[in-house]
């Protein structure tokens, strides 16, 4: 599973599909398919450790510890393994 900002002030939910991929003449060559639900978690209803966790610098942050509050965010739409 995957969080990702849109941009808004919410997170899209997503979960990866498949292997890694290489592109390399593309303008991001490392891949990984992804099927997006049509769910969104707005930051405000994160609590401040979550948000301050997806919220960090980096192209990846580690929210595993957070399953609980995001499986009660994203509303039973896909199960957190």
Same mark, same amino acid.
């Given at each position: 599973?995957?969080?990702?900002? *849109?941009?808004?002030?919410?997170?899209? +939910?997503?979960?990866?599909?498949? $292997?890694? +991929?290489?592109?390399?003449?593309?303008?991001?060559?490392? !891949?990984?398919?992804?099927?997006?639900?049509?769910?969104?978690?707005? !930051?405000?209803?994160?609590? *401040?450790?979550?948000?301050?966790?997806?919220?960090?610098? $980096?192209?990846?942050?580690?929210?595993? !510890?957070? !399953? *609980?509050?995001?499986?009660?965010? +994203?509303?039973?739409?896909?199960? +957190?393994?």
């Amino acid at each position: 599973i995957v969080l990702c900002p *849109d941009g808004s002030g919410a997170y899209r +939910i997503g979960e990866v599909s498949g $292997g890694y +991929i290489y592109a390399p003449d593309e303008i991001l060559p490392h !891949r990984r398919p992804v099927v997006w639900f049509n769910t969104r978690i707005e !930051r405000s209803a994160m609590s *401040d450790a979550l948000r301050k966790s997806a919220g960090s610098i $980096g192209t990846v942050s580690e929210v595993t !510890r957070y !399953r *609980d509050e995001l499986e009660q965010l +994203i509303g039973g739409v896909v199960s +957190i393994q």
